[in-house]
């Protein structure tokens, strides 16, 4: 806490923006996580996770038509691109969130095509992506940009190709991959 003496009877406040820091984590064990998103689903963005890791709570927003679930997709983020503000005082800027882009490629061309063209004119999902064993989930709300490209190759294969972007302060948080709900299934 800073204070600054004015006069003999006035005092001024500056509260402390700092987040208290926990503490880094350090293991002499290997435990990497391996690359690849492997799988992405839809949240509305009224819904909220207690547990990010149960499964009841996806399999709840599945059932209920809060999560759309894409369960093989291959496709990359990337980590995010810092975006600054202007500093004040000694600060040279501000970190005033990031710009975050997923890329994902679904193979289920033909059958998706309904989905793809209205997904692209809503602003109401975060999104989800997989890693090798963890699951993780943006705050915001993203903007989906879906193409389907045709090569000039016999032997190619015609898929989705879908970028997603969003901003946000918080990098998305590693959970647990919740067990069976990334597996393909069909709801009735």
């Known amino acids: 806490m800073k204070f600054s003496v004015l006069s003999t009877r006035q005092l001024i406040y500056y509260p402390s923006c700092e987040t208290p820091i926990p503490q880094h984590i350090c293991t002499p064990c290997d435990t990497h996580e391996h690359a690849r998103v492997r799988g992405v689903a839809f949240i509305k963005k009224a819904f909220a996770f207690v547990d990010p890791s149960s499964a009841t709570e996806w399999q709840d927003g599945v059932a209920s038509g809060d999560i759309i679930i894409i369960p093989q997709t291959n496709g990359s983020f990337d980590g995010g691109t810092p975006q600054e503000g202007p500093g004040y005082g000694d600060s040279v800027s501000t970190y005033i969130g990031s710009d975050f882009v997923l890329q994902f490629k679904d193979p289920l061309y033909s059958e998706n095509c309904s989905f793809y063209n209205a997904l692209k004119k809503s602003r109401n999902y975060k999104i989800a992506y997989l890693t090798e064993t ?9 903007v989906v940009l879906p193409k ?3 090569a000039d190759d016999i032997n190619g294969i015609v898929e989705w190709d879908v970028t997603a972007k969003w901003r946000e302060s ?3 948080c ?7 709900i990334f597996d393909c299934f069909l709801t009735e």
């Open 170 to 172: 918080e990098i998305p």
């Open 134 to 142: 963890k699951v993780h989930i943006s705050g915001k709300p993203v």
């Open 174 to 180: 590693p959970y647990d991959i919740p067990e069976g």
């Open 148 to 150: 389907a490209p045709i």
